[in-house]
């Protein structure tokens, strides 16, 4: 599962994509500007995804639908799913919500489960400071990467990168699979793209559409 993390006024970590409350909830503006009693005030089931894309409802879809925090997800996912734990932009500001994240990761053992995903290798400078044990992902420079730019990942400690559907060729599949680093695309929906980015050798792929690409993955008889 992969999922966004950012901080409310009193440093909470939440899980929510946008960095506004606008699309989603009834609410407005940034959540770092509510506490999270605020944020549990307001109803987030606004929005009706469709294939690829979606609309905002006119009235709510559920009654009791909030804004979760960090550790309501953790504690609902228990210990065998995999998380791709994405921390929006980091400002200078964000030094008690990051030690946060961290400390969540720890006490949940995460080490081996999930990992983050941070913007910059400043940003992961920023969390190897706290926790050097974390395992990391960074975005920095994706959609623009060649394959000779894994190896700054892997001098960096990372095992996990996150490429764009523009960076992943062939060649950028092989060089990752030479150099120990996996890869996570962001991201692919139909069929048809799955076909093509398993068939370069990719084998991690962001989708919003789970049961599509079983269904493709069980046709290349792939596990």
Same mark, same amino acid.
């Given at each position: 599962?992969?999922?966004?993390?950012?901080?409310?006024?009193?440093?909470?970590?939440?899980? !929510?994509?946008?960095?506004?409350?606008?699309?989603?909830?009834?609410?407005?503006?940034?959540?770092?500007?509510? /506490?999270?009693?605020?944020?549990?005030?307001?109803?987030?089931?606004?929005?009706?995804?469709?294939?690829?894309?979606?609309?905002? !409802?006119?009235?709510?879809?559920?009654?009791?639908?909030?804004?979760?925090?960090?550790?309501?997800?953790?504690?609902?996912?228990?210990?065998?799913?995999?998380?791709?734990?994405?921390?929006?932009?980091?400002?200078?500001?964000?030094?008690?919500?990051?030690?946060?994240?961290?400390?969540?990761?720890?006490?949940?053992?995460?080490?081996?489960?999930?990992?983050?995903?941070?913007?910059?290798?400043?940003?992961?400078?920023?969390?190897?400071?706290?926790?050097?044990?974390?395992?990391?992902?960074?975005?920095?420079?994706?959609?623009?990467?060649?394959?000779?730019?894994?190896?700054?990942?892997?001098?960096?400690?990372?095992?996990?990168?996150?490429?764009?559907? /523009?960076?992943?060729?062939?060649?950028?599949?092989?060089?990752?699979?030479?150099?120990?680093?996996? !890869?996570?695309?962001?991201?692919?929906?139909?069929?048809?793209?799955?076909?093509?980015?398993?068939?370069?050798?990719?084998?991690?792929?962001?989708?919003?559409?789970?049961?599509?690409?079983?269904?493709?993955?069980?046709?290349?008889?792939?596990?």
């Amino acid at each position: 599962i992969e999922l966004d993390l950012q901080p409310t006024a009193d440093n909470v970590p939440i899980v !929510l994509h946008d960095l506004t409350l606008d699309r989603t909830t009834d609410g407005r503006g940034s959540p770092r500007t509510c /506490t999270l009693a605020e944020i549990k005030r307001l109803n987030a089931s606004w929005w009706q995804p469709t294939f690829g894309a979606g609309y905002r !409802l006119g009235e709510p879809n559920y009654a009791d639908v909030t804004i979760p925090t960090f550790q309501e997800v953790l504690d609902l996912v228990g210990t065998s799913v995999g998380l791709n734990l994405h921390i929006k932009p980091l400002t200078d500001e964000d030094e008690a919500f990051l030690r946060e994240v961290c400390r969540l990761y720890a006490a949940y053992d995460l080490y081996e489960q999930g990992y983050l995903t941070v913007e910059t290798f400043r940003a992961g400078e920023w969390v190897r400071r706290i926790d050097p044990d974390i395992c990391l992902c960074v975005l920095e420079g994706a959609g623009s990467l060649r394959p000779e730019d894994i190896k700054r990942h892997v001098a960096f400690g990372t095992r996990y990168m996150q490429p764009t559907r /523009t960076d992943v060729t062939p060649e950028f599949c092989r060089a990752a699979r030479d150099l120990g680093m996996n !890869l996570n695309m962001f991201y692919s929906l139909s069929a048809e793209d799955h076909h093509r980015y398993l068939g370069y050798g990719l084998r991690g792929i962001l989708t919003d559409h789970p049961d599509i690409l079983q269904r493709t993955v069980a046709s290349l008889g792939l596990h």
